[in-house]
Each structure stands twice: as C-alpha cells, then as structure tokens.
C-alpha cells in the first residue's frame, strides 16, 4: 500500500515544508473534522482542527516544528530562553518547539478556573519566552499564558501555533503560526447550525464532563 503523503514527509531529512504541504499533513492525518462543534473559545463553528491527530506521530510533529522555527526571524529564535504552552492541546507541540530550539519546555494549567504552574515549574526571572500553541481562535488560553508568564517576571517573546483560524488574537505578542485556516465561527445565540437542531459536539479539553 502507498504511504500517505505524512507518512512519507516525516521519514525524510528536514527540508522546507510548503503551506500546501503543511495541509495535505493535516488531511492524511484527519486533523480537520467537519460538523457542528463548540470551540474552547465558546464559539461555535462547523469545523473542528483536531490537532491530536497530528501529534499522534512524534517524527512528523518535530517536522512541522522544526518548519515553524524556521519561518521565526533568526533574531529570535535565537533569543529563546524558555517555551511555555497551554495544556492540554499545547503541551505536544511545545515541547517538539522546544527540542528543536535546545532550550526547556514547561506547561500550565487550570487551577480554579486560572492558568498557574505546578509540578514545580518555575519561569525564572527576566527569561525570554516562546508560547506555543496547538490552533488559535481568539487566542483567550494564550493571552491567560501571556499574564502568567509576566507576573513570573518572564518576558513574552512571541507566540508560535500550528494553526491561526483567523480569529481576532486577544494578544498583544508577535504571532507567527505556522498555517492560517480560516473557518467560520459564531456567537452560540447566533450559530445557524443550533438553529437547525443539529446535535453539538464539544471535543475540547476544558468542555469534559468531571465523572
């Protein structure tokens, strides 16, 4: 049987990747759902980037990190102390960000409702930090990360994700994500997919039902 088009492009040496290759990864690897979805942002949409199936493959994910740092003006990735992401979606991708930077990866997470470090993560003071991210809408996790990293004394470099779906950032850092995929969002009172009773599916992290 042929290999996929990821298959093929995460067992050859890091050459360039191009935007239409970056989107031929997410279809082999069916990062891209289609129906009626509640987004962490709140908003509703009819398309999912599920970019956990992207991930699942370790060599492939390096790939389209690698392919992120270097599209970052040399100046900073050079410049790099320290990358920083969101769980749960950012953990995966941050640390391949980090691997290919050389530097530490540490994640936050939600405690009551506010990102915070645990596990004994610290953000030393004055380190230049990288926030990297699975997709970005509103990019509400990334600017909650931002605070985070500024009351630690850190400095927010920029922000790297995977996908930018062409949402008003909340944040004020450089973006650089790696492909923009613009898919339609709505307000929850104003979603034409309620409207025609069409069930909602909420596959995201921070919308699972607590046992």
Known sequence: ???SFAETVSETPL???TDQEISQILSDTQAIRSGHFKLTSGRHSD???QCARVLEHPRLT??????TIRRLPAELSQSIDLVVSPAVGGILFGFAIAD????PMVFSERVEGRMALRRAFQIAFGSRVLIAEDVVTSGGSVR???DLVKAEGGQVLAVVALIDRGGEPLFQAPFYPLLHRQTPSWDAEDCKLCAQGIPLDA???RHLQQP
């Open 1 to 3: 049987m042929a290999l």
């Open 15 to 17: 050459a360039e990747l």
């Open 47 to 49: 398309t999912y980037i």
């Open 62 to 67: 390096r790939r389209l990190a690698a392919e």
């Open 100 to 103: 290919v930077l050389g530097t």
């Open 144 to 146: 909650e990360v931002a």
């Open 203 to 205: 596959p995201g992290s």
